[in-house]
């Protein structure tokens, strides 16, 4: 199921990029060619979260299976919305079900790392929490109007961003126990 849900995935991104370059080279100019390049954009940037979450698959089937679901129908959704198809619904949560997709595709990627240590393992759940955590305020924020300060937003991003470039830098760097 896996290999056939990657290969469709991986045929979609081939026409839809395809179908995105030949409108640009084309030119847009109209509704229509605009359409065409948002819809491009917008079936790249899901399945790069798509194939995020299916790296973990092997690992953690279940979470996969409902990341890249939940990515599915988040796509679809925006593209029906891009055309017009939907009704006008509130940003809010259009916002609150992107940061959801967002979220699954960064946590399978750390999910990826296999740590050698306790440090490592304790810098990768950290990182989840704090990433988790992140979008959980956001989303709160979006929905609630909290007005919880960009400073703590930024301060959050920041530990998280790290955590997930120090996490399988330092797993690769430090020798097994």
């Known amino acids: 199921m896996k290999n056939k849900i990657l290969k469709l995935l991986l045929i979609i991104l081939c026409?839809?990029?395809?179908?995105?370059?030949?409108?640009?080279?084309?030119?847009?100019?109209?509704?229509?060619?605009?359409?065409?390049?948002?819809?491009?954009?917008?079936?790249?940037g899901f399945s790069i979260l798509g194939f995020c979450t299916a790296t973990i698959y092997e690992k953690y089937n279940t979470l996969s299976i409902i990341g890249i679901i939940f990515t599915l129908i988040t796509c679809i959704y925006c593209l029906l919305s891009e055309w017009g198809l939907l009704p006008n619904i509130d940003f809010d949560i259009d916002?609150?079900?992107?940061?959801?997709?967002?979220?699954?595709?960064?946590?399978?990627?750390?999910l990826l790392v296999n740590p050698k240590t306790s440090l490592v393992n304790y810098i990768r759940i950290s990182t989840i929490v704090i990433t988790l955590f992140t979008y959980l305020l956001?989303?709160?924020?979006?929905l609630f109007t909290t007005m919880v300060s960009y400073k703590v937003f930024l301060v959050l991003f920041i530990l998280s961003i790290l955590g997930f470039i120090v996490t399988p830098i330092l797993n690769k760097l430090t020798p097994k126990i």
Request: no cysteine; charged share 10%.
């Open 138 to 142: 956001m989303i709160t924020d979006i």
């Open 95 to 110: 916002a609150t079900i992107v940061l959801i997709t967002i979220a699954f595709a960064h946590t399978s990627l750390l």
């Open 15 to 44: 026409v839809s990029a395809l179908a995105g370059i030949i409108t640009v080279i084309v030119g847009f100019e109209n509704d229509l060619s605009s359409k065409i390049v948002m819809t491009s954009i917008i079936v790249l």
